[in-house]
């Protein structure tokens, strides 16, 4: 058997040997930029490495043409790694830049790192497999190649297909400006598209004659101010207009769309929430003598964490040397903190003007709770799932930002990726051969699920849908 | 046969006869000033009187308490004059004052003086009995006495009821301060009660839990808002709120009411709106997750005028004489109009600080139209009806305000009310002996229909209802 | 000194001896059933009878006609206790029925138990004046007779005219279902009426020449429901419509009312979400071109527990012996229970069928917190407060409900009232003679602040107003 | 002098001699299909070609780059004639197809024939200015090249910077599908952006920092929809919402904005409902605590016709021999006519299958009225102003709608183009030569203004606008 010592070095000398083509693979993804199912070549690149590397692919999973599943080894039991890499709409940044300088207008951009994200967890399904080789240890490693965590809910529809089904844990991280075991509960969510069918008319010669869809939408909306009160505290729902009709006040509008999100600790009571706006939205469809669709978008599932198995990784995370920096890395990450906002500012004295974290967090005696949402929070409730969040970024970088996208391809984000890749490595590999400790995790899986199941709110026949572009 | 002389002659010495008797019971009646559908009293003095009179007196008519029909003679022609008697809430008012001086504060009064109303229209119906039987003319003379026109509809409920259903023709008048054949097109209405019910719920505690039924209310009424663009520009709408759920904002309002009138030319026109106001109360349920029900309230069809009919009234009404009035009667009308409103005032000063109106209007040319709406509508759709408008207080008087209730039982009122008696009796005679006139007034209604048959908006199932209070 | 054995001993005679006037003036309390403001017989009652026990009387306290504070002693320390005496409007009911029987249908009741309140607390008074003569204890022991607990805030107005200014601890109780210190945080609160005047007119003739203030009013709570999304989570805003405007949709309302309760864990946040609203109310007024005046109602501060405090009065509650009950007792409880709701009755099953809660619930070692509002929060900001709930009626009975009035004078309600006497006299004399305990108390008190100071939400020219009946 | 058959025959030669080039002029208006204000090569075609002619041109006339009149002669009478040449944005379509294809996916066309109208108008111009000469006639002839008919405004903008001060009658045309003098009246309106400015935040983490400009807008359009009840029954107002803030709703939205079209029979009464609208729009910011920002678009006055020059125009109408067509003309605009909708085929079989329509129509005689809306309203207002209405399509036509783009260079828009350049040079020509004439219609003028004087809504610091585009 590895022992402990064994396995840290082995895994730092296999990715040191493969450092410059994760980097480049991650860098490519980074200039790909492409967002939600359409992350076409960003998909294939990570798909084709891994087939080179030995792994055995299958692509368009769960007909999903950018989400594919590569495989290693045999039997149980099956770890997954799971990479996502899909980019933002509007946050197009040119890299290593402290001022904010778009590459293209309005383009796209890895504002959330998922360039680092689905690299840095392959980098670890790499490591596996060859230690699996190398040590003849059986079990099967997989990588879960992603698409769409930014609204589009991907895992939720892998999870429908069934894809998950025979897992027995999954590790993923996500790229941070602190080194931690996520350990904190999330909510769930789901998206809703209401799109109202009317009859335009002139809006000054025959009014009567129209049925406004704008109208439609407005009072929908109303309706769902009002239901703010009527619903669990601990609920949320927020619209964006996504077609108001056009441009012109002269013809009662025909058309008109809304987009929902709406956010609740568990999916039963987003579910719940889903309804009453529902029945809003037929409300205004009455009210109106409009015709109303709904197209459901997205969803996901409340985020479930595993004490067990996060206190493994963290286990690993402070055996694994985390990264040092060099005063230009420290002096480039300050120089994007001066574009920083009062608040951010702020938070970083707070920190003793921290520029670069290095530490690792304590893993918290109870897990937090954040009022994001990911779709990783789908896997969470299938199969025991532990998460790290890794430094790749200067401090209180916000996310979703042109500060993220401009330290995407530097090397301390590099360097967090590869850290990744080491402590998801040693803990799977700890997991792969120790049955117990995968007992206690699925023990402790089953107690946090405390008698519920799986329940997903993305209709039969809803498929994954790209960006809606606006008209 | 009577000789037009003749005519005009006894039926003076009749209503001369008379007259203490009948400024008596109209003076009873303003005292009664009994609300829709509970004018016990009122109906009864008027129903025992014509009784007594020989007339065969049908009580509960169409199962109304307050509705009857007294009949005299057999056989056609049948000639019914319309009397109400109904007075409004709120204008409690002293008698020939030209001071505000409730006799009950809050209490009922007179203010569109319908006792004159229903005492005027049987004062004809009493001089044509005499005169038939003197002249052993054919035919019968109705009297119906109609409810509710107050807001109530008496006569569509007296129609539905099948009462007018062998009337040839239908002789009324209103009270008003100037003398003119009323020969104008009114609106159609309807009143409709929305009441929601949800489920209470401390405001604070627990308002996820409750069901407010003043969101619906509200919710309905937005609606409505945005509706307004969306009917016929003729159309209307107006609203009260009726019951909003309680005085207490630490509950949610489980009760909630809302009552609406909606106007058009056409009835069938008020029936395309109500559908549409009906959806958009039960849209606003339905985004609520509150309970709807509709209480219809009443209706009345628009008002059909008759020209053939309209010109026989207006020949009688310049071959009669008018009232001419004392010094006094100018002097108390004058103090009246020193309380009217400025807008009031300027209309006085227009007509040349006109005081009493004695003269007779021309017979327009054209039927005008008025934004108004009245129950006749309803009797004008089944039989040729017509109207005379009869000086029976100060020029500019304002309707339903104290001013009308106080000179409600003034020598003016009295002796317009008997001028009215003599113009209709004298139409009523001529009709019953020339069957050609009544065969070319039934040919212009039949013209005026233009193929469209009478409807009306009350539900087989609704009852007619007295005003509502407030809880 | 006094020794605790002595204190309880002597403590327990003295009520003895004045049980019976203590119940009858309870009971005649019970029967006045006065509500906010107008609480005159009851108030005087109490202020009578502590002014024949020697406490010297100022009516008319902050120039409140039911407002008194009675005195007794001189110097420091000063000790206060607070009572309370208003009923509830539409809570008429016989007593001592376990059937629902108004007295006076729509009549007012003591729902709160407030007749126990304002008595029981001047049992403790009595007894503590009475043992500082016995004992020649220096100090002030003050009873302030407190109106206008339900709604109008009577202790906010009180604080105002500056009464608590010399005060160093103020003990006081509610009646309850079980018996416990009160330890917990409750939310600061406050109710503003809005009412807007526009113009009246036909609202089928001339609706343009109407301003109408019903869309005021509806206008204002549409932009409440938008606002709700933008204050912060753990505020709350609910509202009813004290004026609709009158029961015609036939005329533009030209005047409407809301009344806004507001809910925030702080005054200050409570505050601050008051000036959204009245921005939102100044907004609808704009729009509709109507007048809007503010008219301030009420207003009560988070209430601010002090455990040193409740600790002291947790040792007296176990110290003292709780009342025992007969069969007949039980068996009416019982009874009264039979009436409750599922929920009640869920309640009791999960507590064992429990009927009567005689134990002392542990003193908790966090403070809770509990969403509803009292106006001793506004004494607890100035001075160190104490509360005990004391059990005065069957087992999960509900609070301003037929069932809590009915067991008002019921022994069970008398028993509970005479205990809490006994509790609070005791915690009142051990602080009269140990100063260090007392600086411990404000000490904590000071730190609880953490460097605020009261604010009252009050203006200026408000003044204390009963309860506003529908028009 | 000219006698009337003279100037007939002259002006057919003249205008002959020109066919091929105006008909080229309007082709290549046609052609570049600029949208308002933006009319560049279109207005340049025009001037160069009247410069060419003889005709002295002020290019960037009222400072806009594409307005410009031309002129020719001196002293007084001085007659104007109004040409057009703005397209409208998507519409763009090929021309001489019965099947919809566009030449540019959304781009313009010219959908309103504003090719033919500026060029018809030249047409009549260029004629007066040869008949001028040749008869050494007294007097100006101008050409106003009016930019910005859809929806900018152009002749208010020109109105306001004095261009028409010293005109004495304006003629103008416009292409339709059948030949009349046009006299009827056209609502005023005006076109208003309201922009809020709110503050971004997290719709989860954060929503009571944000304050969002969508609720802004929404809450506008809620107050306006209340509104409606409140303005003169005959005013209007629509909206568009141009910006809804973006199409995520996992953010407040910050920014926001709603174009109002306000119409009215008067002006004066449309700028009555603006301020009413403003104050909505502000109430909309105090409600949301958002900036609001107006900023003017465009408006146009009321249309006022003139009988005297209206029959002035018929006369040279009927006089004037009205275009013939060919079968394949008849059978070209038959196809066309397949392409129509349901209710214009009924239109077409009613007219007894209508193809061209050839005949003049009657001059009415009342004023009908349109609710439409025109620039032209502008300049009726300060100077007599005539229309005629000429075939240059198939009968019924509808505008704004591929099938008039189609036929915008057909040899039957041609026709009409000439055939209107005819009658309005006759009319010129007469006007020229009969200073009674003049007088008796600017009397009527006068007349028809009642007192009155033109106002412009346009304030002081707007600039005409090029279109919106969408963000």
Not at 2 to 12: A, D, F, P, W
Not at 204 to 227: C, K, T
Not at 300 to 329: F, R, V
Request: glycine content about 8%; proline content about 4%; overall charge negative.
């Amino acid at each position: 058997m590895l022992t402990s010592q064994n396995v840290y070095e082995r895994i730092s000398e296999i990715l040191k040997g493969k450092r410059n083509e994760l980097t480049a693979v991650s860098d490519r993804i980074w200039d790909f930029a492409e967002t939600r199912y359409e992350e076409v070549q960003s998909a294939e690149i990570l798909a084709a490495t891994l087939e080179e590397e030995g792994f055995d692919v299958q692509r368009n999973a769960g007909e999903m043409e950018t989400a594919f599943v590569a495989s290693f080894g045999s039997g149980k039991p099956v770890i997954a790694f799971l990479g996502e890499f899909d980019a933002l709409s509007g946050l197009s940044q040119q890299a290593d830049s402290a001022t904010k300088v778009p590459i293209v207008e309005g383009g796209n951009g890895h504002g959330c790192g998922h360039n680092l994200l689905g690299t840095g967890a392959m980098a670890a399904a790499m490591a596996v497999k060859q230690l699996m080789e190398e040590n003849k240890l059986e079990g099967t490693v997989r990588y879960y190649g992603c698409p769409a965590e930014e609204g589009g809910g991907g895992k939720a529809f892998m999870a429908r297909a069934g894809l998950f089904s025979d897992v027995d844990v999954a590790l993923t991280w996500h790229p941070w400006d602190e080194n931690q075991v996520y350990h904190a509960r999330m909510l769930a969510t789901c998206q809703v598209y209401f799109r109202f069918t009317g009859t335009s008319s002139h809006a000054a010669f025959s009014p009567h004659l129209g049925r406004s869809a704008l109208d439609a939408v407005e009072l929908m909306n109303i309706g769902s101010n009002f239901l703010r009160e009527h619903i669990i505290p601990e609920g949320q729902l927020h619209y964006a207009i996504t077609d108001a009709g056009g441009m012109s006040p002269n013809v009662v509008q025909p058309n008109a769309e809304v987009l929902y999100k709406i956010r609740a600790p568990k999916i039963s009571e987003v579910a719940a929430i889903l309804e009453r706006v529902k029945d809003v939205a037929r409300g205004a469809a009455l009210m109106t003598g409009t015709e109303m669709e709904i197209q459901f978008d997205a969803s996901s599932a409340d985020l479930i964490p595993n004490a067990t198995l996060g206190k493994l990784m963290h286990k690993h995370m402070e055996a694994t040397e985390a990264p040092s920096y060099t005063e230009e890395e420290y002096a480039f990450a300050q120089e994007v903190q001066q574009t920083f906002s009062a608040e951010e500012k702020a938070a970083i004295q707070k920190n003793e003007d921290k520029i670069l974290s290095r530490g690792i967090l304590d893993f918290p005696s109870e897990p937090g709770f954040f009022r994001g949402s990911t779709d990783v929070g789908d896997v969470s409730w299938l199969v025991p799932t532990g998460q790290i969040y890794v430094t790749t970024c200067a401090f209180a970088t916000p996310f979703h930002s042109w500060q993220l996208v401009t330290q995407g391809k530097s090397s301390i984000a590099h360097k967090g990726m590869l850290f990744t890749g080491k402590v998801l490595a040693a803990s799977a590999l700890e997991l792969l051969q120790k049955p117990d400790l995968l007992e206690g995790i699925k023990a402790e899986h089953l107690a946090n699920l405390d008698g519920e199941t799986y329940q997903s709110l993305i209709p039969t026949n809803t498929k994954p849908a790209p960006i809606k572009r606006k008209k």
